[in-house]
C-alpha cells in the first residue's frame, strides 16, 4: 500500500489470503462465518475490531499494525 493512498482494509485482508495461498472458504471456516460473507469483507474500506482481530488470528498477520504505520506516517507530517 503506498503511504498516499487511503487504507481499504477488504483489499488487504485479500491480498493476504491470495499472498499465503490461502482460500476463501478457508478463511470462512476459520473464524466461523460463510464464504459470501468473506467476499463481503473484501469490499469494505472498514471492518470491526473484533472481525479483524479473528481474521488476524486465523492470518496470524498483524492487520492493526497496518492502521498503526498509518497513523504514524500521518504524524510525522
Avoid: P
Amino acid at each position: 500500500m503506498d503511504k498516499n493512498e487511503e487504507l481499504h482494509i477488504g483489499k488487504e485482508i485479500q491480498r493476504v489470503v491470495k499472498a499465503q495461498g490461502r482460500k476463501t472458504a478457508w478463511l470462512a471456516e476459520q473464524i466461523g462465518c460463510n464464504r459470501n460473507n468473506i467476499y463481503n469483507i473484501y469490499t469494505r474500506d472498514w471492518i470491526d475490531t473484533k472481525t479483524l482481530l479473528h481474521i488476524s488470528n486465523a492470518l496470524e498477520y498483524d492487520f492493526f499494525a497496518i492502521y498503526s504505520k498509518q497513523i504514524k506516517s500521518k504524524s510525522a507530517k
